[in-house]
């Protein structure tokens, strides 16, 4: 039954004898009509959700030579979480100079780490056709920003967003790493998701100011990872506080230990406190992160705990990095 010909059954019209003549229905035969037409349509329904079902979730693999993955992200855009992962990424590797760390940039239509981390260009391809991470600052870094032009907006639908995201992960050779830090996009969309299903994750960092409505989006961000069973780290409150330079007087201007209530209410751990500051805003804008640019800064001191705190709670990486995963030819 066509669906033109549903609608005039609902409104009690029957098609007898083709399209030229129509009857009225009576309202028993309209109710034998409808639960007949529920029933078919119901068991449809159910055939189908059991052959998605049967599929499964999309099964993970690793990325080659990364021991473990921590993906930093937020509900709400705009609460400095790309200046988070940037300034993590630096600062695992300043506690441990004997660890390499990468940093890889999945926020598609606008991706920040290649402003922030001072590089241009195309990435390079390796003998196996893979992209070579573009390095700077010790961290290797890849970014959709570097296959675009930096002023051409990216207007794709969601399959192509979700093509490119898989050659993000599967078609770039990053050598052997410690940790790979991923910025993610704001929200919990298709990318999150995606994400989330395709890779084991090793924990994940949630960025948000004290402000209630920034938190609302936390929250929800927090509970879409532990729905996909990717373990949360804890949170990072930015932007906690004002100090103006000149009377040293204090202000809360987006209120005050917002993430640390979050906190108690989802069970997690406050991993630590980034004051709004010009000194971050300039580092990230001039390409030069302020833990690498002013390391003895008390900014720069608070990502470094930060990034103590997010090692603190990772589990044990494995011995060997992960195999290399074959991949068809797109």
């Known amino acids: 039954m066509g669906s033109w010909q549903r609608l005039l059954l609902f409104r009690g019209v029957s098609l007898r004898g083709g399209a030229r003549a129509c009857a009225p229905l009576c309202g028993r035969q309209m109710l034998v009509c409808w639960r007949q037409l529920s029933g078919a349509e119901s068991e449809t329904l159910k055939q189908r959700r059991t052959q998605i079902m049967s599929r499964g979730l999309p099964k993970q693999k690793p990325i080659e030579g990364v021991k473990q993955v921590i993906v930093v992200a937020s509900g ?5 979480k790309s200046t988070t992962a940037v300034n993590l990424a630096l600062a695992l590797g300043a506690n441990d100079s004997s660890k390499a760390v990468g940093l890889l940039d999945v926020d598609v239509y606008g991706p920040s780490v290649p402003k922030m981390m001072n590089l241009k260009g195309n990435p390079e391809l390796s003998e196996s056709n893979l992209m070579r991470p573009l390095l700077n600052y010790g961290v290797a870094c890849m970014s959709m920003g570097f296959l675009v032009e930096e002023t051409a907006p990216v207007v794709w639908r969601g399959l192509m967003v979700m093509s490119a995201i898989e050659k993000l992960l599967r078609q770039v050779d990053w050598g052997q790493l410690d940790y790979l830090v991923v910025d993610m996009p704001p929200g919990t969309g298709d990318v999150q998701l995606s994400v989330s299903q395709n890779i084991p994750i090793s924990g ?5 100011t004290p402000q209630d409505i920034a938190l609302m989006d936390a929250h929800k961000g927090a509970e879409m990872f532990r729905k996909v069973h990717v373990p949360v780290l804890g949170l990072v409150q930015n932007m906690s506080v004002f100090q103006c330079p000149k009377c040293r007087h204090k202000t809360h201007i ?3 230990d917002g993430a640390r209530r979050l906190a108690r209410t989802l069970d997690l751990d406050v991993l630590g406190e980034v004051p709004l500051h010009l000194n971050i805003r300039e580092a990230s804008d001039t390409g030069q992160p302020i833990v690498f640019s002013q390391p003895e800064s008390d900014e720069a001191k608070a990502y470094l705990r930060i990034a103590a705190e997010v090692v603190k709670r990772l589990p044990s990486p494995p011995d060997h990095p992960p ?5 068809p030819e797109a």
């Open 323 to 327: 195999a290399s995963c074959s991949l």
């Open 254 to 256: 987006f209120g005050a």
């Open 76 to 80: 709400k855009g705009g609460v400095g």
């Open 204 to 208: 994940a960092v949630i960025v948000s």
